[in-house]
């Protein structure tokens, strides 16, 4: 049975005062199985938070049907609730508690024994290295620290779904490195985990299967390998021009080429720039021809790369636009 | 029901280690208003004498209220500022319109608590500068305060709800001040008769009910509402003002 089943789920805030009506999340379905860890990943208002938010019971669905472990989360929200867990996307952790505090209140909150609820805490403090801010209030840690914290609280009940909303944003480096290691070390214990992300490397490393949602849509769906596969040709070559005629119809004619997309996003920072982004089979004299089509144009050769697709160019593949903050 | 009592607790612990905070926030009004209209004018011959025993059991009514108020408008506040704290209560596994319950249970329990603090203070104080003795009846006491505490802190939850914060400053002008001040604290029902049919408009005030309950108890030789007049007031507003805060509140913590 699958841990958690999102099936045609769509939300649709209401219109206020004079901001319309959004239709945030337009039939999404998906499903994440025992022990898996998945990943949605979209650029901001996709309609993530909205998604994690009716599944956590904290949005009231417009349409569709969710489940943990079988049972709906709209029609026995209490019983659900014990099954999952949620890191938010905002720091919400409870400031008039320490951090040892909120983590054994959560734990009285699920009814779980004293002993339990102490042996618990202390060793999730340990596992997430807290100890020595256990005693401290929330606003007296670091943004890294009240990740783990509001991750130490959300394993406290041991739940049977963990959700990440944007679990990384706003970390430096090392904390992500180390966020991911804590999350992949969670997932080899058996943990089903559903994280989002507008980060192609986190959902890259982290994930087992994704999908890539935007506006309110799942688009495609998958494990990273097989979504970097079903991109036409096989490496991606990204070139700027700068002048002369458009290029795109000229590049997608010669042999070799699978695909050519304009990249649209950010014309603003780079005026007077043609970016098109090539997906090619790599094949001997591609690049010779590939200039000289540049030059036959009148342009001028900006940049050049030439790469293993990501999962950034199959979002690029599918929306036509970048994903980006 | 764990989780409802795992709140309660949270909740209170918090509020005991603020509770000096709060006592004092309660109990400088209602001092001071003894201090002045127990002792000094009625020196100057500007209050009448017997007006000490009318204000005792108001000012337990005024205290109740604003306890009650501000135990539940307090801690709102952070639930539903943009880190939404209240997330924390909404995950835990019951539903929202309990949740929105036990903030107006830990509200009526500070508030309860508030008002039976301020009354031997009051009493001592009234005592002090007065010479005037009130002899409360304790047993029927109790369960009015309890009463009183769920009406008070039930409609701060109102007042939280369905107030923007932008408007929070202009609650105590425009909402509670008049209340306190049309709520038959200073002053019996009875004394009202002179008004004629418009005392009835005074019964939207729910502090008008906990004025009487209050003088019902306190100062039972004062002329008070019927006690099942009393009763029925606090009951109506008890379950009306409840169940529109936890839909309200339910309306705006579940998006
Ligand atoms: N409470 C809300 N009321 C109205 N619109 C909202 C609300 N929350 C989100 N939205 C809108 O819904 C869309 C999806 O938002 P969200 O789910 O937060 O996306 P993401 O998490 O992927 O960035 C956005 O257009 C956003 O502006
Ligand atoms: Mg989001």
Redesign the pocket.
């Known amino acids: 049975m699958s841990t958690l089943v999102v099936e045609d789920l769509r939300k649709t ?1 209401p219109a ?1 005062g004079k ?1 319309a009506a ?1 239709e ?2 337009r039939g999404l379905s998906f499903e994440v199985r025992r022990g898996e860890f998945f990943g949605l990943l ?12 009716c599944i956590t019971t904290l949005v009231r669905p417009t349409g569709g049907r969710i489940a943990v472990d079988g049972i709906d989360v709209v029609a026995r929200a209490a019983e659900a609730k014990r099954r999952l867990a949620v890191v938010p ?1 905002n720091r919400n952790l409870d400031r008039d508690l320490s951090i040892r505090e909120l983590l054994l209140f959560h734990g009285l909150y699920f009814g779980l024994p004293r002993a339990a609820r102490e042996e618990r805490a202390l060793r999730l403090l340990r596992e997430l290295q807290l100890q020595d801010k256990a005693d401290s209030k929330p606003a007296a840690l670091s943004g890294g620290m009240q990740q783990r914290a509001m991750i130490a609280r959300a394993l406290m009940h041991d739940p049977a779904l963990l959700l990440l ?2 679990p990384t944003t706003g970390l430096d480096p090392q904390a992500r490195r180390a966020l991911w290691d804590l999350l992949k070390e969670q997932h080899a214990r058996g943990l089903t985990i559903v994280l ?1 992300t ?1 980060y192609m490397d986190e959902a890259d490393r982290l994930c087992e299967r994704l999908a890539i ?1 935007d506006h ?1 849509r799942i688009l495609t769906e998958g494990t990273p390998q097989a979504l970097r596969r079903s991109l036409p040709g096989g490496r991606v070559l990204d070139l700027w021009a700068r002048g002369g005629a458009p290029l795109g119809e000229r590049l997608g004619a010669l042999a070799g080429v699978q695909g050519v997309e304009p990249v649209t996003d950010d014309e603003a920072a780079h005026p007077g720039v043609e970016r098109l982004r090539l997906f090619v089979e790599t094949q001997d004299g591609l690049l010779d021809r590939v200039l000289h089509e540049v030059r036959a144009a009148g342009a001028e050769l900006d940049h050049v790369s030439l790469a293993q697709p990501s999962l950034e160019d199959v979002y690029i593949h599918l929306t036509g636009k970048e994903l980006r903050e | 029901m764990t989780a409802f009592l795992g709140l309660l607790r949270r909740d209170l612990l918090v509020a005991w280690r603020t509770a000096p905070f709060l006592l004092t926030s309660a109990l400088t009004q209602p001092a001071l208003v003894i201090l002045v209209f127990g002792n000094i004018l009625p020196r100057l011959g500007l209050v009448a004498d017997e007006f000490r025993t009318v204000m005792v059991p108001g000012l337990m009514a005024i205290t109740i209220l604003m306890s009650g108020v501000q135990g539940v408008l307090m801690p709102l506040a952070a639930d539903l500022s943009g880190t939404r704290e209240v997330e924390e209560r909404l995950l835990a596994p019951l539903s929202a319109r309990m949740v929105a319950f036990e903030r107006i249970v830990a509200g009526a329990i500070q508030s309860g608590i508030a008002g039976l603090v301020a009354l031997p203070v009051m009493m001592l104080l009234v005592h002090q500068v007065s010479g005037v003795d009130v002899k409360p009846d304790w047993a029927l006491l109790l369960p009015l305060v309890v009463v009183s505490g769920i009406v008070s802190a039930a409609f701060g939850l109102n007042l939280g709800t369905r107030v923007q914060p932008r408007f929070s400053g202009l609650l105590f002008a425009v909402v509670l001040g008049p209340m306190m001040l049309f709520g038959c604290a200073y002053y019996p029902w009875a004394s009202l008769d002179a008004l004629g049919s418009v005392r009835f408009v005074f019964l939207v005030n729910p502090l008008v009910f906990m004025s009487e309950a209050m003088r019902l108890a306190v100062t039972p030789e004062v002329a008070h509402m019927d006690p099942l007049g009393i009763l029925a007031g606090l009951a109506v507003f008890a379950g009306l003002l409840c169940w529109a805060g936890a839909r309200s509140f339910e309306s705006r913590t579940i ?1």
């Open positions: 805030y206020a901001a959004v945030a999340v979209g650029p901001n208002g996709a309609g993530k938070s909205t998604t994690i938010g996307q909303d944007e989002t507008h949602v309110g | 998006l």
